[in-house]
Nanobody, 120 residues
Framework: VQLQASGGGLVQAGGSLRLSCAASGTIFDINNMAWYRQAPGKQRELVALIFSGGSTNYADSVQGRFTISRESAKRTVYLQMNSLKPEDTSVYYC???????????????WGQGTQVTVSS
């Protein structure tokens, strides 16, 4: 099972980016999917979470600016980031709770991280 993230880059403050993360491999089921971020010298923090039923949670710092969504058929989670601020600069990681065909329970998987840099 792998998670492949894409869509990071350099953008000016006030701009937008859309991150994507696709899960692949011998997947039986996907439960929650999420985006985390980690800035240099800081702990990794939860940005947004989407449950299997579609309900969502957001960090206070991104509420109203970021939107998480998923396409179950494509096993993909997205993060639409609008009104970006310099403090949003981080490496963004996707995360998913996945049950593989050869496993008896769900496990956490991480993508490789994609850099988002917001210039002032």
């Amino acid at each position: 099972v792998q998670l492949q993230a894409s869509g990071g880059g350099l953008v000016q403050a006030g701009g937008s980016l859309r991150l994507s993360c696709a899960a692949s491999g011998t997947i039986f089921d996907i439960n929650n999917m999420a985006w985390y971020r980690q800035a240099p010298g800081k702990q990794r923090e939860l940005v947004a979470l989407i449950f299997s039923g579609g309900s969502t949670n957001y960090a206070d710092s991104v509420q109203g600016r970021f939107t998480i969504s998923r396409e179950s058929a494509k096993r993909t989670v997205y993060l639409q980031m609008n009104s970006l601020k310099p403090e949003d600069t981080s490496v963004y990681y996707c995360n998913a709770d996945i049950k593989a065909w050869d496993r008896s329970s769900f496990s956490q998987y991480w993508g490789q991280g994609t850099q988002v840099t917001v210039s002032s």
